[in-house]
């Protein structure tokens, strides 16, 4: 298996639940993301590692929670989260923070 | 803050016709990305601009970056219908605390019959 792989790729969670957004990437890439997308606002960038350590975290709730624990591999865990959460979470990897990122299918996550 | 700005947001066109869409940055950056998503899918990767003056086309489209002026063109030559989609650019940048590809808004595209 090649690229980058999502799963799930659908999620229906109530606001109480705890879940996990799971990414592998096999690309041999150093750097990994994540991006939430929403029909709201445009692609937003949540989540930034680097060599797994995170160098990049644009003021995102604490109800998300990501964890990197080695270069293929990136966690996003949700906890207590909200309808307007509900969105098109999106996983991506790149050789470098500022190269070319290749993205994973997504999982939609639906909050009820 | 890095800001990326495109436009049109949208564009409704016929088959046949000529279009470009349009990506402004507001830092120095010498790479430029454009992607492709069609509906419900993820982002597929498009062209790499790494220089001033990089010119890149692939079929019906041919995206170009001029760094100097932070702006990069996506072209669209006689639009067929496939290339129906929204168009990302996005700048990669690190440092400053914007490490990671910031993205534009996007431009939906909607080529008619």
């Known amino acids: 298996e090649t690229g980058v792989t999502q799963t799930p790729r659908h999620l229906v969670m109530g606001m109480t639940n705890k879940k996990s957004l799971k990414c592998e990437q096999h690309?041999?890439?150093?750097?990994m993301y994540w991006y939430k997308q929403s029909a709201k606002k445009p692609l937003e960038l949540m989540f930034v590692?680097?060599?797994?350590?995170?160098?990049e975290n644009n003021s995102v709730p604490s109800r998300f929670s990501p964890e990197c624990p080695n270069s293929s591999h990136l966690f996003l865990h949700l906890h207590t989260l909200q309808p307007e959460d509900s969105a098109l979470y999106l996983c991506a990897s790149s050789r470098q923070v500022y190269t070319e990122a290749f993205f994973g299918q997504g999982t939609r996550l639906t909050v009820v | 803050e890095l800001k990326v700005e495109q436009n049109p947001l949208f564009l409704s066109m016929q088959e046949g016709k000529n279009y470009t869409i349009y990506c402004n940055y507001s830092t120095t950056s010498d790479r430029l990305y454009w992607y492709r998503q069609d509906p419900g899918k993820s982002l597929e990767s498009l062209f790499v601009l790494l220089s001033n003056g990089a010119v890149k086309q692939e079929g019906r489209l041919m995206a170009s970056l001029d760094t100097k002026a932070r702006l990069s063109t996506l072209h669209i030559t006689a639009a067929v219908h496939d290339l129906s989609a929204t168009y990302f650019c996005a700048v990669g940048y690190s440092g400053g605390g914007a490490d990671g590809l910031t993205f534009g808004k996007g431009t939906h595209l909607i080529i008619q019959p």
């Open positions: 590692y680097s060599l797994e350590e995170r160098v």
């Open positions: 690309l041999g890439h150093n750097a």
